[in-house]
Structures are given as structure tokens and as C-alpha cells.
């Protein structure tokens, strides 16, 4: 029997290998038997997926569980995006979330996403208590869909609407589409397809959508995260339409990737200090800011500027939600791209996100390269890379866990540069002296090692990383 763990904000596994129906069916028994415990009984629990193969059967099969054991289920009609999703639970009063989503990973994984009552990540002890509560084969109870349906113990829901209506209270729209701007909309095979199409559609704004259809192998890129060089093919679509910008949304549409007008891509780090910008400085809110601590430094600077406080947190949404709702932040982010914002759930959300970035260059009539040097303005220019190194075994992590562990940092210098620390919060973690980091963990998702940095020495990126490398004896 699979000892199934759950990282981030579930349970990923590869399809047909430990990510089977049996499986899914008893992490549904697990995060009923939370629920239950947790005085939930007969509440409503959403269940969602994403354009991965045979999510909408693995969907199914959560449903069929849930309903067994007495909760009320709302199967979502199709493929939605995860904020879509997460809005659904809290606009319906329900107990919590199931999305069958592997989000960025590659084609060949699936996974089982959990969310609480408020739309946000379980954190991490919910998350404990949930693995702890996963039975073997024979604890799980089921009943057929067919009967489920017949009986009103599922439902299914249309949840597009509602969310819609609701991102009106946060943006007004009528200036983007009326901007006449030439939108590139990269959906990268995903649940993000058509929204933004739907949402700023019928005005002079042009909006070229590709990948847009339903491929769970995601042609033209490794796995669908909205970074190089997954994005490549759709810059190269922005430069040869001369598009303003490009937005992109991963697979399942809680992060945002963006390109600029020059079909360059602007990395994460910089595109959330344009976030805190315009939210701070183009909409004049307040507010504390929520990041992890991979992200980037430029957001203590503004925050710093615009006197309001950054609370750090750990890597994942698990940590960021659960801060933001205790600190009623403006927004929280994360560095692979994900971002949430107050009023809404605290959940990422890359359709939001991508429309926030096109008000900005609306409201300031500036293109993003433009807006970039604002930016720097404010902080000085910043520069970041990160490194992903796949694990072989147990063996490797082992090993290079001991060498980061023994680290002395007396004298020790990446790229030139001297360290002033080491911080073990969440991974290993170097500040240095010019205000730069570098970041070691291991991927709570995947068998991957990270590898970040973010400098203000661009011509010292790839020796700081490669010193990173060393560090860990890789």
C-alpha cells in the first residue's frame, strides 16, 4: 500500500504509478475523515479539476467518496481554474475544496489539492491531519455517482458566473478593453483558455489567445509553469504580432507569468514588485505584505518607502494564506508566481493578477519596460535566477542536506560577494552583503532541489548559482 505524503497543498504522484484511482479515492477518505472530525458533517465540500488526463474521472471518484460519508458535494461542470475553484467554496458556504490538479508539474503527474473553508491553503498541521487520517483500500467508503446524483448528495455547479461578478467589485475592466492594447494570452494548455478573452472582450483591445484547447501533454514546453523556457513559444508569438505584452497563466491558472513589449519575459520577482506598485503607489491602498522568503527583496524596499510591513513566511501557500487572513494583507506572493490580494480568497490567482498588470500600464499609459524603471526608481534594478536539480534518490538528498547542514560561513563569498548569514527557516537561506540572497531547499511538489538568487550584480547571477551548486555538492 502507497504511504501517500502530502507536501505544499496536497498529494502529487506520477499517473498510473502511486497517482491511481485507489489512491485518490482514499485521500478523499482522509480529508472526509478531517472534515468529520473537524465537525463538518452534512456541510458542503466543492470538488474541482483541471485539463490533465482523466481529471474529470478522478473528480468523480473524490465525489463518489465524499458523498458516502456524509457531505454534500458541488462537482464543477469542466475543467476550472483553481481561483475559480477556491471562490466556489467560499461563495458557497462549504467546508473546504478538493482540486484534482498537478498545477505546474509535468504531463505525467497528477495531484490532490486541499482547501479550508476560507479558499485558502490548509496549513501545515490541517495538512498533517489529513495525511494522518488516509486509511488503507478497505476504510474508504464510495457511492456510484449515478446514485449520488439521484439522491442530491452531488450537485453539479457552474461556479463562472458568480466569480466573474465578483472580480468586478476589484477591477474595473472598461479602461483595458478600451485601451486599444494588443494582448498575447498564453493559457499553456490549460484552465486559464478563454477567460481573459471573456472578460475583456468586445472593445477596441485585441486579445490573441494560444494554447488555448485541452492537451494533457502540453506541447511546445516541458510541463506548464510560466517560466522559461515553457514560455518560449508564446513570446516568440508576442514579437512576431508586435503584441504590448504577453500575459500567461500555468495550468491551472493560479499563477502568472507576463512578457513585456518586446516579447522579453519579465521574471516573477519583478513582476510582484510591479504588483506592490500599483497597489501602492497607482491605487494609493494599505496594507501589510505577505512573502515568502525566496522572493524578492524589492518588496522590503517598498514597503520601507510606503512605511507598511512585510511579514516573511515559509515557501508555500499553506504559509502565505494563513498569514494573510492574521495580518489582512494587501497581498501575498510567492516566487514562483502566485499571487492573492485582500477582498478576494487567499488563494493564487494568475487571471486577476494578469488583469492587474494590464490596469497598471492602462492607468500609468506606460509599457512595461516603462514600468520596470519606475520601479527601479524606487528599489535599484534587481536581477534573479533560479536552478532546478532533479534528485535521484534518497541517498542524494541525504548528502547534500549534511553539507548544507555544516556550512561555515566565516569568510564564505558566492560570486564575490560575502555572506552575512544563514537562515534555516525554510531551507538555507544567504543573505549577502550587496542585499542579495541565495536560497537551497528542496521542493515540497516535486524530487527537485531549488537553487535561487537574487542580486543586485547582474554579472554575478550564474557565479552565485553556480557557487550554490558547490555548496551543496552538486
Known sequence: MTKIRFGTDGWRGRMAEDYTFDNVRRCAQGFANWLLDEGHASQTVVVGHDQRFQGEHFAAAVAEVLAANDLHVLLIDGAAPTPVISFAAVNSNAAGAVNITASHNPPEDNGFKVRDASGGAVPPDGLAAIEARIPDSDGVKSLSLVEALAAGAVRRHQPQAAYLDHLSSLIDVTGIRDAGLKIVVDGMWGNGAGWLTEILGGG?????????????????????????????????????????????????????????????????????????????????????????????????????????????????????????????????????????????????????????????????????????????????????????????????KAAAQQRLDNVDIAGLTLGGIAVTDRITVDGYKFPMEDGGWLLVRFSGTEPLIRIYTETTRKDQVAAILADGQKLAGL
Open 204 to 396: 477596441k483591445t485585441e486579445v490573441i489567445e494560444i494554447h488555448a484547447q485541452r492537451n494533457p501533454i502540453f506541447p511546445e514546453m516541458d510541463r506548464p509553469e510560466p517560466i522559461p523556457p515553457n514560455v518560449d513559444a508564446g513570446l516568440a508569438v508576442a514579437r512576431s504580432v508586435e503584441a504590448d505584452c504577453i500575459c500567461i497563466l500555468d495550468g491551472d491558472a493560479d499563477r502568472c507569468g507576463f512578457g513585456d513589449e518586446n516579447g522579453q519575459f519579465v521574471d516573477q520577482l519583478r513582476v510582484y514588485g510591479l504588483l506592490a506598485y500599483y497597489l501602492l503607489e497607482v491605487r494609493g491602498e494599505r496594507g501589510p505584505i505577505v512573502k515568502t522568503l525566496s522572493t524578492t527583496s524589492m518588496l522590503d524596499k517598498l514597503c520601507a518607502t510606503y512605511d507598511v510591513p512585510v511579514v516573511e513566511t515559509g515557501v508555500g501557500f499553506k504559509f502565505v494564506a494563513p498569514a494573510m487572513l492574521k495580518h489582512d494583507a494587501l497581498i501575498g506572493g510567492e516566487e514562483s508566481g502566485g499571487y492573492a490580494f485582500r477582498g478576494h480568497v487567499p488563494e493564487r490567482d494568475g487571471i486577476l493578477s494578469n488583469l492587474f498588470l494590464l490596469d497598471l500600464m492602462v492607468r500609468t499609459g506606460k509599457r512595461p519596460t516603462e514600468l520596470l524603471q519606475l520601479l527601479f526608481e524606487k528599489v535599484g534594478e534587481h536581477f534573479y535566477d533560479r536552478v532546478d536539480i532533479r534528485l535521484t534518490g534518497a541517498d542524494m
